[in-house]
């Protein structure tokens, strides 16, 4: 018989209403950091074909991100308690190389999260009130012109920079989910089973199940 939640083989991990937040929030990136590319380069400007081109590229850019930043701010509310840094976070950082040979046995109990998903989860929220901030500083033609023009530049600079750091960041947590085999089933059915979230998540196992 197939396993099931009820029968306590599974463990919820994710709701339905996290979870399409965060796809939602994915398909947003997606089409931002595409029209983004399209705009940093014009070795890229062939991206802008994907939105109708250049004029529309640059008119539904400003408005994608500021849809994936509100919807970001929704699913980080969700999060954020799980992602404060305690000492055992601070350890398993410290045995990277236990991380990286897989040995984790002898790392530090993990929580919901662990250090690394945390200290991407903060890079995430920090490039992301710098993207939403500094693309304010020179949404043309609404606010760009409130600023002067030397700070108009230096928001251009840093919301490039940090455009750069998501899009990287992002890569690294997509290379993660697939590294660590049960991930993505977790956030596409919401549930993973004990025996997984006792083996990558034990602080967490503990505290759902009672144990």
Not at 45 to 56: C, E, I, Q, R, T
Not at 130 to 156: D, E, K, N, Q, S
Request: charged share 15%; hydrophobic share 55%.
């Amino acid at each position: 018989m197939r396993e099931t939640p009820e029968r306590g083989e599974f463990i919820e991990r994710y709701t339905p209403g996290i979870r399409m937040n965060h796809w939602f929030v994915a398909i947003c990136f997606v089409l931002a950091a595409l029209s983004g590319l399209a705009l940093f380069h014009p070795a890229m400007a062939w991206l802008a074909n994907l939105f109708g081109g250049g004029p529309w590229t640059r008119i539904l850019h400003p408005f994608i991100g500021l849809v994936m930043v509100i919807a970001f701010a929704g699913l980080a509310m969700h999060v954020m308690g799980d992602n404060r840094m305690f000492d055992r976070d601070w350890q398993w950082l410290r045995q990277w190389r236990d991380v990286v040979a897989n040995r984790e046995e002898d790392l530090p109990e993990v929580g919901k999260y662990n250090a690394g998903q945390k200290l991407l989860f903060w890079v995430l929220v920090l490039c992301l009130i710098t993207l939403f901030v500094t693309g304010f500083m020179f949404w043309r033609p609404w606010f760009a012109g409130y600023f002067p023009i030397f700070l108009v530049r230096l928001a251009t600079l840093l919301h490039s920079i940090a455009a750069v750091v998501l899009i990287c960041s992002i890569i690294v947590h997509i290379y993660a989910a697939i590294w660590v085999k049960g991930s993505i089933r977790a956030m596409v059915q919401g549930y993973v089973s004990a025996r997984w979230a006792k083996a990558h998540h034990a602080l967490w196992y503990r505290e759902v199940t009672k144990e």
